[in-house]
């Protein structure tokens, strides 16, 4: 029960972690071919 109301509090959080470092390194590659 915990472990389930943990995941979906964290799995989100870490989704969006995630998704930010994600799009930051495509501006920074992008940034590279310019």
Do not use: R
């Not at 389930?4 to 992008?30: M, N």
């Amino acid at each position: 029960m915990f472990y389930q109301i943990l995941s979906l509090i964290v799995a989100p959080i870490l989704v969006g972690i995630v998704t930010e470092l994600f799009s930051h390194w495509l501006e920074e590659k992008d940034k590279d071919n310019d």
